[in-house]
């Protein structure tokens, strides 16, 4: 892969010049976005985000579903040299404060009422404890509300000149994303135009993407696979993409039709519904080549089910995260689908190694875990300290998963060396949750693990030590959660009181016994 010397306003800026009607991002209410509008559409952004004192190197925040006002923003931030901070639209209260705090965010681009959540009530309630945060801005919101401005607003109403674009600078901060951590704080992951333009490229090299190609997006853009193959590949590539706001298989069959897509990248649910539904109606979706699952366990009988369904397409598991994305990028060839089946992906542009517990390699075919080092790797967190035990002097990554690589240059995933619940692609900190349980009166102990889940690959299951070994049921432990801003996906779904919970000797919860405990219970149950 070569290095990257443009930066996505220099590409955006190219492609409404010599492209402009082209599509870069088809959308389902057919309103696509061209090249040459939504470059028009972020300069005047660009201005009146200047206008508000907005400089080179502040980071913004948007907290918007896929639309094309995202991807207004990313473009007029990198003009501006601003930082971009997306951030995931189910997250509430406790999430969303502590990341535009830790980030110092100046600005914040939010909905409405979207999903039934009113956004800028939200707001409401955090910006006392918010002095960085200056201005909100709420997009495609109707009413009328004091102190915000409207998005709509900013880009008719120009602030005054279009600035100059800044340096091209491909090492610099292009995008802050927040990742959950083990401790229950979740991480500011960095990463610059460059790093993200490699893991885009790895792709792109990988399945041979080119003009004729389509990306269906399901991924939401505040995710690391949605913002970057889905708003930034559109314009460093030559793939166009097709957002899709809200996943429904049957929107997503009739999308597909219509605009012809060639791939996806995306959670391992949204491949199961898409087999289910073309073997259910006899459905061949014959422009769909290849489909990648990532962010969750993928059944090897899905992958082969996928390729009796599917006309044309290779589906196929890869691995990354936030901190490293694309590690793997799969087995695209059908002499190779056993690979593709019970593999986590073709290791490709990537160094790495699998470690004992003092990070010293060992023999191809043992498990341990894996650290990695390439081109696509974050910068480092925003505290040297958590970059600090995470990247070691070699600068390897420790990403906390347990594996192997196999003979054919596979990486199969074993275990999980990290307190993490990954649930419909979705990384949640047991921790974090377990945090908030310990403030519930009843509660004397918690203990949070991931349980198989059909749909999602996890689910979150507590283990229960309530004072004087009182009951409590899910309902009340809900709404405990809902009422102490924790986004939905992170509450139980299934609770397991205890008279104790087994421990080490040191007095650590033994986890792993937990977790074969509840596979067991749920085996009883079916």
């Not at 090492?171 to 704080?185: C, D, E, F, N, P």
């Not at 619940?421 to 519930?440: M, T």
Request: aromatic share 6%.
């Amino acid at each position: 892969m070569r290095l990257r010397t443009k930066n996505l306003a220099d590409y955006a800026q190219q492609k409404a010049s010599s492209t402009a009607e082209a599509v870069a991002i088809y959308t389902e209410d057919g309103e696509h976005i061209r090249f040459g509008s939504i470059f028009d559409e972020a300069l005047t952004l660009a201005a009146s985000m200047a206008s508000l004192g907005l400089r080179a190197g502040d980071v913004i925040s948007f907290q918007l579903p896929n639309w094309r006002e995202a991807v207004a923003v990313d473009i007029a931030a990198v003009w501006l040299g601003l930082v971009v901070n997306p951030v995931i639209p189910i997250y509430r209260d406790r999430e969303l404060a502590f990341i535009l705090a830790d980030s110092r965010s100046r600005c914040l681009f939010i909905p409405g009422v979207y999903r039934g959540h009113d956004f800028p009530e939200m707001i409401e309630r955090l910006k006392p404890q918010l002095p960085d945060l200056q201005h909100v801005v709420s997009v495609r919101h109707d009413r009328a509300t004091d102190g915000m401005l409207r998005y709509e607003d900013l880009i008719q109403q120009r602030g005054g000149p279009i600035p100059d674009k800044q340096p091209t600078d491909m090492q610099a901060v292009k995008v802050i994303m927040y990742t959950s951590g083990t401790t229950g704080r979740a991480k500011a992951v960095r990463h610059t135009h460059q790093s993200l333009a490699r893991a885009i490229d790895n792709g792109v090299e990988a399945w041979e993407l080119g003009a004729e190609d389509v990306m269906l997006m399901p991924s939401p853009v505040t995710h690391i696979t949605g913002f970057a193959n889905g708003i930034e590949q559109a314009f460093i590539s030559d793939c166009k993409t097709a957002f899709m706001e809200r996943w429904d298989v049957n929107n997503a069959v009739a999308y597909i039709e219509k605009v012809g897509a060639t791939g996806c990248v995306s959670a391992t649910p949204f491949l199961q519904e898409l087999v289910e539904k073309a073997k259910n109606d006899s459905l061949d979706l014959p422009s769909l080549r290849f489909f990648a699952c990532g962010g969750a366990s993928v059944p090897p009988n899905l992958i082969i089910d996928a390729h009796s369904a599917l006309a044309n397409c290779r589906a196929f598991r890869v691995y990354g995260c936030t901190e490293a994305p694309l590690i793997t990028v799969g087995f695209v060839k059908p002499e190779e689908e056993i690979l593709a089946a019970t593999t986590d992906g073709r290791i490709n542009n990537w160094d790495v190694i699998i470690a004992d517990d003092n990070g010293e390699p060992l023999a191809q075919g043992l498990d341990g875990e894996i650290l990695v080092k390439g081109p696509a790797m974050m910068l480092g967190y925003g505290e040297e300290e958590q970059t600090r035990q995470a990247i070691d002097d070699r600068g390897y990554f420790y990403t906390g998963d347990i594996g192997h690589i196999t003979p054919e240059g596979a990486i199969v995933i074993t275990d999980r060396k990290k307190d993490i619940i990954i649930r419909g692609g979705e990384n949640i900190s047991a921790r974090e949750i377990e945090d908030v349980l310990h403030q519930h009166p009843k509660i004397f102990e918690a203990a949070v693990v991931a349980m198989p889940h059909e749909r999602l690959g996890e689910g979150v299951c507590v283990f229960l030590v309530t004072r004087d070994l009182v009951p409590l049921e899910l309902a009340e432990l809900q709404s405990f959660m809902e009422h102490a801003g924790l986004a939905k996906q992170k509450w139980p779904q299934r609770i397991e009181l205890s008279v104790a919970l087994e421990k080490t000797a040191s007095g650590k919860v033994r986890k792993d016994v937990l977790r074969k405990r509840v596979i067991t219970l749920l085996q009883s149950e079916i």
